[in-house]
T-cell receptor
Framework: NAGVMQNPRHLVRRRGQEARLRCSPM?????VYWYRQLPEEGLKFMVY????????ESGMPKERFSAEFPKEGPSILRIQQVVRGDSAAYFC???????????FGEGSRLTVL | DQQVKQNSPSLSVQEGRISILNCDYT??????FLWYKKYPAEGPTFLISISSIKDKNEDGRFTVFLNKSAKHLSLHIVPSQPGDSAVYFC?????????FGTGTSLTVIP
């Protein structure tokens, strides 16, 4: 049973470009969470999704950031027009139920030049 | 607004001794608490949890204590082993959201 899969593991973008991070939850998990870890900081909640629905996006910046979890395929975290402050590790976690145990992926590290 | 706080960014402990990692929270609505362990370049992995209706949960070398009146929880690792060296995050749940602390980096010295 594969764990939570995130790709790419490392992504380098220039300012103004778009970044797309993908997350495939564990088999049987329909709840996906995205977290961001900035240097010297803890994990900050961004968004909570179920299949085809955004349940809670209160942690998402109002502009440039969006997330989806389509009926088929992985969850996508999309960052448009990236800026240097977007450089961080982005972790995806899945759960079989709401507020159940979270299983984390290995993270995607975004570097904006 | 940091609702879950880990005030010690780092901790060093001799192998075989007890490691105590602390966590404070501000939201009395949290109903479940967890500890996660993270190695470099890996995602956090679940370690141990405790419901708000309990004050202690034990799993092998790991014990979590919850003091609701003080809004404080702690993770005890005894005896500490070099393989325990990692960053430990405490987390609290209310509603849909998990709130994580900033982490404590534990180093166990052989």
């Amino acid at each position: 049973n594969a764990g939570v899969m995130q790709n790419p593991r490392h992504l380098v973008r220039r300012r103004g470009q778009e970044a797309r991070l993908r997350c495939s939850p564990m088999k049987g998990h329909s709840h996906v969470y995205w977290y961001r870890q900035l240097p010297e900081e803890g994990l900050k909640f961004m968004v909570y999704l179920q299949k085809e629905n955004i349940i809670d996006e209160s942690g998402m910046p109002k502009e440039r950031f969006s997330a989806e979890f389509p009926k088929e395929g992985p969850s996508i975290l999309r960052i448009q027009q990236v800026v240097r402050g977007d450089s961080a590790a982005y972790f995806c976690a899945s759960s079989p139920m709401r507020a159940g145990e979270l299983f984390f992926g290995e993270g995607s590290r975004l570097t904006v030049l | 607004d940091q609702q879950v706080k880990q005030n010690s960014p780092s901790l060093s402990v001799q192998e075989g001794r007890i490691s105590i990692l602390n966590c404070d929270y501000t939201n009395s609505m949290f109903d479940y608490f967890l500890w996660y362990k993270k190695y470099p370049a890996e995602g956090p992995t679940f370690l141990i949890s405790i419901s708000s209706i309990k004050d202690k949960n034990e799993d092998g070398r790991f014990t979590v204590f919850l003091n609701k009146s003080a809004k404080h929880l702690s993770l005890h690792i005894v005896p500490s082993q070099p393989g325990d060296s990692a960053v430990y995050f405490c987390a609290a749940i209310t509603g849909n959201q998990f709130y994580f602390g900033t982490g404590t980096s534990l180093t166990v010295i052989p």
